[in-house]
């Protein structure tokens, strides 16, 4: 089954269509090629200093970078575009709400073999989550033209309604092929893999994830965005970020005073959400 293109004029239901029936889905030139330039400009020196993998799996031809929060303004407009955001919200909408998971670059330098096939969601200990029920989606924006050389990432679309612990090869898979500014989503529960670099350059793919509320972040947004900016930051993005509750309760600060206000310098005595409230929700969610 081939991966499925879409274009921004396609809106957020069709994305989540597309990634409920297929588990990926690229969506074409969401962002000029310039704007992921400019978040490469300002990652330049941490992609520089920070060594490649330490093994397979991350790669040992390739270097991952995170943090760009802190270290990339720019990143900031692409971590909360609307578009992509409508969609993933739709895609985790059985949960009361979603965060960010983690932010990095991958750059796969020439010469990296084939990531192992696998599911993202495999981080959260192999817990088996109901089939349909989605806990994380990702989106990997082309900071280079992505094709099936240099790299780009493999699906085995429609997998995401699996069994768990598969294995799967190279040929079972297809490339995610796509131009620079263009943003491929899929979600956790997709088995994927990196692509074989066999070209002369590096591919480097933005990965912006998210995760349902009430699940651990892969990256620590607490400790990797120092207070010092994190107090900047407009407040859509410091709850995206986990400055908020997760489900009803989740997140608080010591005497249940709510995170974005204390982290602003205020008291944030809001105690816990509404239970019963939560419920309602949860329970029109079912119908
Ligand atoms: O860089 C890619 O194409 C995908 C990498 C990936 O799936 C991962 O590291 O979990
Ligand atoms: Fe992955």
Request: hydrophobic share 35%; glycine share 10%; proline share 6%.
């Amino acid at each position: 089954m081939p991966i499925q293109h879409l274009s921004v004029s396609d809106g957020p239901d069709r994305i989540a269509e597309i990634l409920e029936r297929d588990g990926g889905v690229i969506v074409d030139r969401v962002v000029p090629r310039e704007q992921l330039d400019a978040v490469h400009a300002e990652m330049k020196p941490y992609l520089e200093a920070t060594p490649t993998g330490p093994d397979r799996f991350t790669g040992k031809n390739t270097t991952r970078v995170g943090g760009l929060i802190a270290r990339s303004p720019a990143a900031r407009e692409v971590i909360t575009h609307p578009l992509i955001l409508g969609g993933v919200k739709k895609v985790l909408s059985k949960a009361t709400n979603f965060q960010l998971h983690l932010t990095q670059i991958i750059a796969i330098g020439p010469g990296e073999p084939a990531q192992a096939v696998h599911r993202d969601q495999w981080a959260f200990d192999f817990f088996p989550f109901p089939r349909g029920y989605e806990v994380q989606c990702n989106t990997l924006w082309a900071m280079t033209d992505f094709t099936a050389e240099n790299g780009a990432t493999r699906l085995v679309p429609g997998s995401h309604r699996a069994e768990d612990k598969l294995e799967f090869a190279e040929g079972d898979t297809e490339p995610a092929e796509m131009e620079a500014g263009s943003a491929l989503l899929y979600t956790g529960s997709l088995y994927h893999g990196g692509g074989a670099n066999r070209s002369d350059a590096v591919r480097m793919g933005l990965n912006i994830t998210y995760v349902v509320g009430w699940l651990r972040q892969e990256e620590n947004q607490y400790l990797s965005v120092p207070q010092e900016i994190a107090r900047d930051l407009p407040d859509d993005l410091l709850r995206l970020m986990g400055y908020a509750q997760g489900a009803y309760a989740l997140g608080y600060v010591d005497d249940l005073r709510d995170p974005l206000e204390v982290l602003r310098g205020g008291q944030g005595h809001k105690g816990f959400g509404s239970l019963e409230s939560a419920q309602e929700r949860l329970a029109r969610k079912d119908a």
